[in-house]
Nanobody, 121 residues
Framework: QVQLVEFGGGLVQTGGSLRLSCVVSGGRYAMGWFRQAPGKEREFVAATTWSGGRTSYADSVKGRFTVSRDNGKNTVILQMNSLKPEDTAVYYC?????????????????WGQGTQVTVSS
C-alpha cells in the first residue's frame, strides 16, 4: 500500500519561500509535484526519479523551484523560492513506479491529500 503525506503549505508574501515535503511509504517510486488552482486543471510542477539523478520542471517554475529527495527518510522536497501570486494552488505530491517523463497527471498512480499554498500580493 502506497501512502503519500504532504507537509509545509501556508501563506507567504510575493517573493517569499516555502518548503513542501512529502513522505512516501510502500516502495521505490519516482516522485512528482503537481498543483491545482481554483477553476483550473491539475498541472505538472516538478518531478524526480527514485535516485534523484533526473529532474524535470515546468517552465513556469524553472529557476525558482527545486525538487530533491532524501531516500533515507522516504521524503521528497519541493523548495519554492521567489513565489508569485500565480503560484497559489493546492499542491499535490504524486508517485509512479517508473518515471516516463510524463507531465500528464493521469500517468501518475498515487497521490497525496494536497496542501494549500497561498501567495499574497
Amino acid at each position: 500500500q502506497v501512502q503519500l503525506v504532504e507537509f509545509g503549505g501556508g501563506l507567504v508574501q510575493t517573493g517569499g519561500s516555502l518548503r513542501l515535503s512529502c513522505v512516501v511509504s510502500g516502495g521505490r517510486y519516482a516522485m512528482g509535484w503537481f498543483r491545482q488552482a481554483p477553476g483550473k486543471e491539475r498541472e505538472f510542477v516538478a518531478a524526480t526519479t527514485w535516485s534523484g539523478g533526473r529532474t524535470s520542471y515546468a517552465d513556469s517554475v524553472k529557476g525558482r523551484f527545486t525538487v530533491s529527495r532524501d531516500n533515507g527518510k522516504n521524503t521528497v522536497i519541493l523548495q519554492m523560492n521567489s513565489l508569485k501570486p500565480e503560484d497559489t494552488a493546492v499542491y499535490y505530491c504524486a508517485a509512479v513506479r517508473t518515471y516516463s517523463g510524463s507531465f500528464d497527471a493521469s500517468d501518475w498512480n498515487y497521490w497525496g491529500q494536497g496542501t494549500q499554498v497561498t501567495v499574497s500580493s
